[in-house]
């Protein structure tokens, strides 16, 4: 809903053409495919139904250096919006933002402007720098357990599960 609202306040405005509009990830190349060199700024929902759109942000500032990205997610999670800056995006919102904010950060795009500090662009890539860390701990973690301690915790957490069962319909 969020993003055919947005589709029809921007081609309301006389300075901005709606290009495309996806859902998906995979439907968001199919419909950019070609258009890469001619799109200038994109608004992205973080998460899709199929992924990330961290993975199509890299895609197309790789295709297109000028390429602008404004992500809008749900998440009040500093880490997501740190993911979405480290793969390019100059902004990030929430999506409870009005619609007059976020046709205001995209004039501010068109326009050349910094959204963000470079002191806020240093931490949240430092912030995304340790989350990947720390990601990579605990695979390396799950990797090293045994078959028969993934059967040892599986049953201990069914055990566990079902003792606060009866407690949790109270």
């Known amino acids: 809903m969020l993003r055919q609202t947005l589709a029809l306040v921007f081609e309301r405005e006389p300075e901005f053409e709606v290009y495309a509009q996806a859902g998906t990830v995979a439907e968001a190349r199919e419909t950019l495919n070609g ?22 942000i890299g895609e197309l500032r790789e295709s297109n250096p000028d390429f602008r990205a404004l992500v809008l997610t749900a998440s009040f999670e500093r880490k997501d919006f740190a993911r979405a800056v480290e793969a390019g995006a100059a902004g990030v919102l929430h999506k409870t933002a009005d619609l007059d904010q976020i046709i205001g950060v995209v004039r501010r795009l068109v326009a050349g ?17 340790n989350s990947r860390e720390q990601e990579r701990e605990v695979q390396g973690i799950i990797e090293r357990i045994t078959p028969r301690e993934r059967e040892c915790s599986r049953a201990s957490l069914t055990a566990s599960a079902t003792r606060r069962s009866p407690a949790a319909s109270i």
């Open 35 to 56: 258009l890469e060199n001619r799109v200038d700024i994109g608004i992205f929902d973080l998460s899709l139904p199929d992924g990330e759109s961290t993975e199509l």
């Open 113 to 129: 402007e910094a959204l963000l500090s470079t002191k806020e662009i240093i931490e949240l890539l430092r912030l995304a720098s």
